[in-house]
């Protein structure tokens, strides 16, 4: 049965950081591509980061390009997000989700975990 369970969120101050983990079972990291994506109330889902499951390659939107940094551990069947230098804008719910593909663009990411809350506020 494929799983993805996101935790490590909460309540930080503007500058502040979190590191959220998405464990996983299921299937094997090093095949498929693993993203993090985020949805604040009103707004559209965004993806804010991907690793790629052949390569180890990353990818970063400019929103959070040089302060987020995503991260894996085949060994314990884990992706990190480590989120530093935060900001009021980056409240959301951030979700993990599993690709089709071992890329991180082009295919479809239809597995999603349940999300972990990540409030950035003085």
């Known amino acids: 049965q494929l799983q993805l369970v996101e ?19 299921g299937f094997t990291l090093d095949y498929y591509a693993i993203g993090w994506f985020r949805q604040a109330p009103g707004k559209e889902r965004e993806g804010v980061s991907c690793i790629s499951g052949s390569d180890g390659s990353t990818y970063y939107p400019n929103s959070v390009k040089g302060r987020f ?9 884990t992706v990190y997000l480590q989120m530093n230098s935060l900001k009021p804008e980056d409240t ?14 082009g295919g479809d990411y239809d597995y999603w975990g349940q999300g972990t809350q990540v409030t950035v506020s003085s």
């Not at 309540?11 to 502040?16: D, S």
């Not at 995503?70 to 069947?77: G, Y």
Request: hydrophobic fraction near 30%.
């Open 69 to 77: 940094t995503i991260s894996r551990d085949n060994a314990k069947n």
């Open 7 to 25: 935790s490590g969120g909460g309540l930080v101050q503007p500058g502040g950081s979190l590191r959220l983990s998405c464990a996983t079972s």
């Open 92 to 105: 959301a719910v951030y979700y993990c989700a599993v690709g089709s593909l071992d890329k991180c663009l």
